[in-house]
């Protein structure tokens, strides 16, 4: 019959004694069987029995004592004697040891005392056995050596940062116990060894930084820099915690970096200036690298980029205006060319440069934001300087002339003209006249329409697009309008060839006329030249044409723009001339071989003095004298007289007379100014009908928003033009505040 009398607590403990005794040898390699399932299963049990025994046989309050007893005893006989007087690698690797039995012992007598788990803890709400098994590792174990083992781990950290091979295993073990012992959270962790590892690391770096700063040179330094950071990043990656190494890396960067930023980058023989000026990119990525981590850090960087930038195009300048000055001492005297090769040479330069430095955005620095606004104030502020006298928006003008019209300097692939085109467009960003550039650019447009100069339909349709596309459909409509012009005027031409086949008109001589529309293109002069009866014949039949095919538009003839073939029967041999029809007409009043004074062509002529002495010089004085003027000589006079020289003659049977360049910078710039008034006009008057009531400093901040596309203007113009407007009562001023302005509908 089985014994129904509960067990007494010592006589159970007894038991569970002989139980905790093997397992402790078992754990210390003293020779022992390992636990059987049987000899497990009787421990359970008693524990188990203990527990539900019925009050006052209930001993689950003194297992539970005794549970935790069991390790302080443990501790205090065998783990804690095998700890005294250790440092350094051993004491680590015992620690790991120890806390590998450990976890063990806890492991098996949470098993075996798993009852009180289940119900007698919980009921009571006590910490559960894993829980206090681990604590009193903690608290005995732990609190006891956790300064030396933070010091022997310090030690070996520091001894890898100095080159030297360490046990990384085991110090990934013993970070393990700090982590472990904070029962779900990193306070222990953090407070018993990062804090110090941060505080060492901060030492440690701030030593080497100032070693390095004296002996190294900057791509030097920098290499040790990312060296260490990349080295940091492993060392969280082989055993330390994954939230220590923004901590970490911060610590390092702000003694490599920070401290030493400008004394770094500063550098007299290897500074971030002399790495632009070699063109180090490789070690100017890795000062992008190294500095974008830190916040504001590339600020000074892009400070020196900007800098060395506007130095570069500086030199440019500069060059571009002594070889200007250079030209005119040697030309002194001679007739002044337009477009001349030292202005090509500065845009081209500019390009190159812009290439250059966009690269180095793009490669060195990331595409970064920053390094692009430093580019773009670099470039504004060398590409708003005059160059000998011209500006870089009339310099740009000339510059995309030369590439687009026939015979010009630059001799390239249509694949490079678009190329550069494209290039040249984005210059324009950085120009604050661009209201200049397309006032320059549409009289060379004009030009290369007219004169048939320009070398492809194609390339002129393309830049247009890109302009449009960077400035507005403002900024192009007038020249498209030139283009669209063309066409309509060759379809025009050809209808008046049918019409003179179908009315049976004929000429003396072969006439194109080319109708334009006001609107589109420059402003020329129109002058009532006396023309010969063959080209007045002509100037007829094409304005009876004109009239009956087009209601309500009015002809005004632009003689000065017009172009002549004219056959010169000379003596030697007859040649064939290509001028102007002014020329043309002046010449052809040689025709009955007479002499004539100036008075006397310029009253046939019907023409002013301005005019008359351009075309005589162009025909008696410059290159081909095919008048011979008495006296002689290189400058004409009004007393002067003129007749034909039969003798002339040249070795091409077709020569072309230009007449003397004018220099229309004067003409442009003042033409821009006059817009300028118009626009800034519109502006005031658009915004202050839609606000009313505007402010001074408000309405001057709308008005520059709103033109800055096209040009930058000038306060004090912006102030005049409001006065002006004022004046003319579209607006006033607030009697009680003169600041204050009303729109006056």
């Excluded at 050809?494 to 049976?504: I, L, M, P, S, V």
């Amino acid at each position: 019959m089985a014994d129904k009398r509960p067990m007494e607590l010592e006589a159970g403990w007894s038991l569970m004694r002989r139980g905790i005794e093997k397992l402790k040898k078992l754990l210390e390699n003293e020779p022992e069987e390992s636990f059987t399932a049987q000899e497990y299963m009787t421990l359970y049990t008693t524990i188990y029995n203990m527990c539900t025994q019925k009050p006052p046989h209930d001993y689950s309050k003194e297992l539970y004592e005794r549970y935790k007893q069991s390790f302080s005893t443990y501790i205090a006989e065998r783990v804690l004697p095998s700890l005294k007087g250790g440092s350094g690698e051993f004491l680590l690797k015992e620690l790991c040891k120890r806390w590998t039995n450990h976890k063990i012992m806890v492991r098996w007598l949470s098993r075996f005392f798993n009852y009180l788990d289940r119900y007698y803890i919980q009921r009571q709400n006590l910490s559960n056995l894993n829980d206090v098994g681990l604590l009193g590792f903690r608290d005995d174990v732990y609190n006891e050596i956790k300064k030396r083992t933070k010091d022997a781990i310090l030690v070996i950290i520091d001894q890898e940062r100095e080159g030297e091979q360490v046990d990384r295993a085991l110090l990934k073990n013993v970070l393990e116990v700090y982590i472990s012992l904070g029962m779900g959270n990193l306070d222990t962790y953090v407070r018993d060894f990062e804090e110090h590892l941060l505080i060492g690391s901060t030492a440690f770096y701030k030593r080497k930084a100032a070693q390095w700063i004296e002996e190294d040179s900057c791509p030097d330094y920098m290499i040790k820099a990312e060296d260490s950071l990349r080295l940091e990043e492993e060392r969280v990656g082989n055993y330390l915690h994954i939230n220590t190494k923004p901590k970490l890396l911060k610590v390092v960067e702000h003694e490599v970096l920070s401290t030493f930023e400008m004394q770094l980058l500063e550098k007299e023989q290897s500074g971030c200036a002399v790495l632009l000026q070699d063109d180090k990119k490789e070690h100017l990525a890795r000062m992008y690298r190294l500095y974008n981590r830190i916040k504001t850090g590339l600020d000074p960087v892009s400070h020196i980029f900007r800098k060395h930038v506007e130095s570069e195009g500086m030199k440019i300048v500069n060059q571009a205006a002594e070889d200007a000055t250079a030209k005119k001492e040697k030309d002194a005297g001679k007739p002044s060319k337009e477009g001349g090769a030292h202005e090509q040479q500065f845009v081209r330069q500019v390009i190159e440069l812009h290439d250059k430095y966009l690269l180095y955005v793009t490669e060195c620095f990331a595409n970064s934001s920053l390094f692009h606004k430093a580019l773009k104030e670099a470039f504004e502020h060398f590409c708003n300087k005059s160059v000998a006298g011209a500006t870089t928006a009339e310099l740009m003008a000339s510059f995309c002339d030369n590439l687009l019209k026939k015979g010009g300097t630059e001799k390239l692939s249509d694949e490079a003209i678009e190329d550069t085109l494209e290039k040249v467009v984005k210059l324009l960003a950085y120009i604050s006249d661009r209201d200049l550039f397309a006032e320059f650019y549409r009289k060379k447009l004009a030009r290369r329409l007219l004169f048939d100069k320009s070398s492809s339909d194609d390339h002129e349709r393309a830049i247009l697009a890109r302009l449009k596309q960077q400035c507005g459909a403002q900024f192009t409509s007038k020249m498209e309008g030139m283009v669209t012009d063309l066409q309509l005027a060759r379809d025009k031409q050809q209808q008046f060839e049918e019409w003179r086949t179908n009315q049976n008109k004929s000429l003396k001589i072969d006439l194109i006329v080319t109708v334009l529309t006001t609107g589109f293109w420059p402003s020329y002069k129109a002058t009532d030249l006396a023309l010969p009866q063959e080209m007045v014949d002509g100037v007829e039949q094409f304005k009876e044409f004109y009239e009956a095919s087009v209601k309500h538009r009015k002809l005004t003839w632009i003689y000065s723009l017009g172009n002549c073939h004219l056959k010169g029967n000379f003596d030697a041999k007859p040649i064939e001339l290509v001028i102007t029809t002014s020329q043309a007409a002046l010449l052809l009043l040689f025709n009955d071989g007479e002499q004539l004074t100036y008075n006397e062509v310029k009253e046939r002529l019907n023409a002013g003095d301005d005019d008359v002495l351009r075309l005589l010089h162009s025909l008696s004085c410059a290159k081909h004298k095919v008048l011979l003027k008495e006296p002689p000589g290189k400058t004409i006079a009004k007393t002067d007289s003129f007749r034909l020289n039969v003798k002339f003659t040249d070795r091409m049977r077709r020569v072309k007379i230009p007449l003397p360049p004018v220099d229309e910078r004067k003409k442009v710039v003042e033409d821009v100014d006059k817009d300028r008034r118009y626009a800034i006009d519109a502006a005031v008057v658009r915004t202050m009908k839609s606000r009313k009531v505007l402010k001074h400093q408000q309405l001057v901040l709308e008005v520059v928003q709103q033109l800055q596309r096209m040009f930058h203007p000038d306060f004090r113009l912006i102030k005049k033009r409001i006065e002006d407007l004022i004046s003319r009562e579209y607006l006033e001023r607030d009697k009680e505040d003169p600041n204050t302005f009303k729109y006056m509908a």
